[in-house]
């Protein structure tokens, strides 16, 4: 998965903010975290919804609706 330098600050600033609806807010976060998994190839999406407390399912869910 990619994220445009624009994208990436776009979820920055909301995660930053947070004044976002929770939804937003966790989207965000996920697509944060699979884009910094390109980086780290060892990181899954079972490690990513662990770290956030989501389900694999909302990764996933995440991620399909980005791309």
Same mark, same amino acid.
């Given at each position: 998965?990619?994220?445009?330098?624009?994208? +990436? +600050? @776009?979820? @920055?600033?909301?995660?930053?903010?947070?004044?976002?609806e929770? +939804?937003k807010?966790?989207?965000?976060?996920?697509?944060? /975290?699979?884009?910094?998994?390109?980086?780290e190839?060892? +990181?899954?999406? @079972?490690?990513?919804? /662990?770290?956030?407390?989501?389900?694999?399912?909302?990764?996933?869910?995440?991620?399909?609706?980005?791309?």
């Amino acid at each position: 998965m990619t994220l445009t330098a624009e994208d +990436r +600050r @776009e979820w @920055e600033g909301l995660v930053s903010m947070g004044k976002s609806e929770t +939804r937003k807010l966790a989207h965000a976060r996920i697509l944060l /975290q699979a884009y910094e998994a390109e980086s780290e190839p060892g +990181r899954t999406d @079972e490690g990513i919804a /662990q770290a956030l407390d989501v389900h694999v399912r909302t990764v996933e869910r995440v991620r399909t609706a980005f791309v």
